[in-house]
């Protein structure tokens, strides 16, 4: 990926939001790091991420809700946009987010009953949505004993095969790409903030990748065909769906991009790209937002940044 800089496709991200310059500048052109550590600062201040910030209501949360209707302009939501436009660790606006989510949706010890209490918390909630929490509070470097707690919980909840399935409590037998990929990142943000048992969550996740390896990242491990046409679709923001692109660029931060199993979607990530060298933003999950960022059918700085990351790791 030699003389990137020169690239006009490169130029072209990098005439986009400082949440996407940032990252063009730290993971395509070998920026210095105090050049991309000050275009990321920038994201709190300027265009998207500012703009998300500004709608936080007085009590730390958006749209007064944490995890509902409207479903993307809710805390849970608005935080994972934030975070992957690289918002500093350190936003007091996130952190207070953070907290709300956690005193608000999972309490302890209120009744006197204490660990069991939490538990009981715990399991009201979706899994995807345990795992979304663990990231924003690992991520957002959220000061909060319960954080320990929950990912001993998703520990206890990883399936035979090696992922996680929401809808584990009513039968499934099989885990879910969109689960897995959920709790993954909610255990690669604790794994790298050092909380809980590290050596268990590193299992843990080292069994979801061989789970999603397995797979090729989309294919029926019996009979090779496409599980989901939809996980071939490339979206931004993902919300909790999983598609070939966040499989890729989340195994692109675990180190694992050269896996020979990963060949057919590194196959199909090459087949989305245009002839100008962008890749399109090729579904859009429907619902209620604050304002969209790229429209559906066009060329995407947020696709076209996470591919040619993943393809630059994979090289």
């Known amino acids: 990926m030699d003389n990137l800089a020169d690239d006009p496709t490169i130029s072209w991200l990098l005439e986009g939001d400082p949440a996407i310059r940032w990252q063009v500048l730290r993971d395509l052109v070998d920026g210095p790091q105090d050049v991309w550590e000050s275009e990321r600062r920038r994201v709190e201040n300027v265009g998207w991420g500012a703009r998300l910030l500004q709608r936080q209501d007085a009590e730390g949360t958006w749209s007064r809700s944490l995890y509902g209707s409207?479903?993307?302009?809710?805390?849970?939501?608005?935080?994972?946009?934030?975070?992957?436009?690289?918002?500093?660790?350190?936003?007091?606006?996130?952190?207070?987010?953070?907290?709300?989510?956690?005193?608000?949706?999972?309490?302890?010890?209120?009744?006197?009953?204490?660990?069991?209490?939490?538990?009981?918390?715990?399991?009201?909630?979706?899994?995807?949505?345990?795992?979304?929490?663990?990231?924003?509070?690992?991520?957002?470097?959220?000061?909060?004993?319960?954080?320990?707690?929950?990912?001993?919980?998703?520990?206890?909840?990883?399936?035979?095969?090696?992922?996680?399935?929401?809808?584990?409590?009513?039968?499934?037998?099989?885990?879910?790409?969109?689960?897995?990929?959920?709790?993954?990142?909610?255990?690669?943000?604790?794994?790298?903030?050092?909380?809980?048992?590290?050596?268990?969550?590193?299992?843990?996740?080292?069994?979801?990748?061989?789970?999603?390896?397995?797979?090729?990242l989309y294919l029926s491990d019996k009979t090779g065909q496409i599980i989901n046409a939809a996980f071939t679709k490339f979206s931004f923001p993902p919300r909790w769906h999983y598609d070939v692109l966040r499989g890729l660029d989340y195994l692109r931060s675990a180190g694992v991009a050269d896996d020979k199993r990963l060949t057919d979607a590194f196959e199909l990530l090459l087949a989305r790209r245009r002839k100008d060298g962008r890749w399109p933003l090729q579904n859009k999950h429907p619902g209620k937002v604050f304002f969209d960022m790229e429209p559906t059918g066009h060329p995407s700085r947020w696709n076209t940044l996470r591919a040619l990351r993943c393809l630059a790791r994979r090289a």
Request: glycine share 10%.
């Open 70 to 216: 409207p479903k993307w302009t809710c805390t849970t939501y608005t935080l994972l946009l934030l975070r992957d436009m690289g918002l500093p660790e350190d936003s007091d606006a996130a952190i207070r987010g953070c907290k709300v989510l956690l005193d608000r949706g999972i309490q302890d010890g209120v009744t006197g009953r204490g660990r069991s209490k939490l538990l009981e918390s715990l399991q009201r909630n979706d899994t995807c949505v345990i795992g979304m929490w663990l990231s924003l509070g690992t991520y957002f470097k959220l000061d909060d004993c319960k954080l320990e707690a929950v990912a001993e919980y998703l520990l206890g909840e990883q399936m035979p095969d090696g992922g996680w399935n929401c809808r584990k409590k009513s039968g499934a037998v099989h885990s879910s790409f969109h689960t897995t990929l959920n709790v993954l990142e909610g255990i690669r943000d604790a794994i790298a903030r050092g909380i809980g048992p590290i050596p268990r969550l590193q299992a843990a996740k080292a069994r979801a990748v061989e789970f999603m390896l397995v797979h090729r």
